[in-house]
Nanobody
Framework: QVQLAESGGGAVQAGGSRRLSCKLS????????MAWVRQAPGKEREGVAA????????YYSNSVRGRFTLLHDSTTNTLYLEMNDLKPEDTAMYYC?????????????????????WGQGTQVTVSS
């Protein structure tokens, strides 16, 4: 069981930056996957960024690559999403999501991964 708690959402003007935080209740091993997924009103859920705990590779959707950056602090079990050059189309509820599999096993890790554990979400609103 993994609990996730997001924070950092809010209102920002286009071109601005925002940093989202996700505190995980457990320290995941490198076979797992963590991600940020967003959903705008009337639109399908979109995975925007994913990575393995302690991994040196991140995966980004085309819509955010070059503007968003994932960071993982293993000492505090916190996943961050640094968002720069924000656009009105980035307006959405942002969710932190994760897998949890036993040590010695590995899950597929990509922005399209289906995750069993989710946070409550934090709203980001970008105005033009």
């Amino acid at each position: 069981q993994v609990q996730l708690a997001e924070s950092g959402g809010g209102a920002v003007q286009a071109g601005g930056s925002r940093r989202l935080s996700c505190k995980l209740s457990v320290n995941l091993h490198s076979g797992n996957c963590m991600a940020w997924v967003r959903q705008a009103p009337g639109k399908e859920r979109e995975g925007v960024a994913a990575m393995r705990p302690g991994g040196n590779s991140e995966y980004y959707s085309n819509s955010v690559r070059g503007r968003f950056t994932l960071l993982h602090d293993s000492t505090t079990n916190t996943l961050y999403l640094e968002m720069n050059d924000l656009k009105p189309e980035d307006t959405a509820m942002y969710y932190c999501a994760a897998d949890y599999v036993p040590p010695g096993t590995m899950v597929l890790c990509d922005v399209g991964t289906n995750f069993p554990y989710w946070g409550q979400g934090t709203q980001v609103t970008v105005s033009s």
